[in-house]
């Protein structure tokens, strides 16, 4: 176990891969997916991890996962996912501009680049899908990508192709949160910190809120309650007759302390072969990724810290600070398509709002506001002026 951990969150959000990214939208459900799953199951190292349990709640998941991973459902996930990410980044961009938010953001784009010819080859068709739905992601090769990001020159023997999305964009989505919290309380709003959600209690069609901390040991009520608990929303809603079909996937991150910040990068990277993302915040190297399938543990595996650690060094080996890295798990609510759970429930006063799965920070904007017209209005008009089907 490493010594120096950053916190283990309840979700993917305060050390996160720090990418605003419509490029990132393809699910993790898709026809090439259940080969690099079974060739998990013997790699300990392998960026998709499936750890077999007696759990009956992860093998529900796994049945309907397979079932998107078809190629005609797989490619109506990921419409519906790039229309939802465009119009989130569209609204965070309003709101940091409205707001004077500043959370060490890049407004550089994403690369995207291939290691691999067989991966960069299948991947076409989905790119090509993005382009057609307005996702501007190009199709560059290795030269262009070195020109965007020229601290990539030590992978150069090795990239194959690459895309960039000039329009999506990186940044501390803890920062974010902080930032958006002020904004919040200047305008009345009201945080109870140190607060637990302890249960979700029935009264005829309206539901009430057990919660135990600050407020004392008690229960809430209001007009309007959101579930937005990540993966921890599946087992709080069990207890009132609702069961979603979303398992949470343990993502990693390790946060390097630059010594040489001028040969890291500029540009959020992925790295596809690896399932990595790469973010500069600040003089930092943020680096995270994977997905790991084995229940609500956040223990934080060494080996997968290792890999991780591993390919950031061979990467950009003179930036140094590897050895001070500092190494997180958070847990993503996922569910089988990648798409959210953002709609009421059958009682009067609770909504969804959870199951972002990888795309968390990316399409929060726009599911919240998505969630408050329906809350206020019933529809959502501006998404579908917004809508790119």
Known sequence: MYPRPIGRGFTRSFANGGQISVSHAEPLANARAPLKVLKGLFNGEAPLLFRPSLDIHQWRWLI?????????????????????????????QQVREEHQL??????????????????????????????????????????????????????APNIVGA??????ESGNAHLYAQELTAVCQ?????????TNVMELLREGRRIHVRVNGDLGNTHLSANHIVVCMGAWSTPLLRSVGIYLNQYPAKGYSITVP??????????????????????????????????ELSGYSRELNARRCDMILDQARRLFPEAGGFDQARFWSGLRPATPSNLPYIE?????????????GTLGWTTSCGSSKYLADLICNGNVTEFDRFSLV
């Open 344 to 356: 009421k429930t059958k009682f009067d006063n609770l909504w969804l709002n959870t199951g972002h």
């Open 186 to 194: 200047r305008m009345g709003v009201e945080f109870a910190h140190n």
């Open 258 to 291: 630059l010594e040489h910040p001028e040969n890291a990068p500029y540009v959020s990277l992925t790295d596809d072969e690896n399932r990595l993302v790469y973010s500069r915040l600040g003089d930092q190297l943020r680096v995270a990724g994977t997905a």
């Open 102 to 155: 500043d959370y060490q953001h890049r407004t550089r784009g994403v690369l995207h680049f291939y290691r691999n010819q067989l991966e960069f080859d299948a991947a076409r068709p989905v790119i090509e899908l993005m382009q057609k739905l307005g996702c501007e992601r190009k199709v560059i090769d290795k030269e262009q990508a070195l020109t965007i990001e020229p601290a990539l020159r030590w992978a």
């Open 64 to 92: 309907s996962w397979l079932g998107q991973c078809l190629p005609d459902q797989a490619k109506k996930n990921t419409l519906l996912a790039v229309q939802m990410a465009s119009y989130s980044r569209h609204l965070l």
């Open 163 to 168: 895309t960039y999305t000039e329009s999506d």
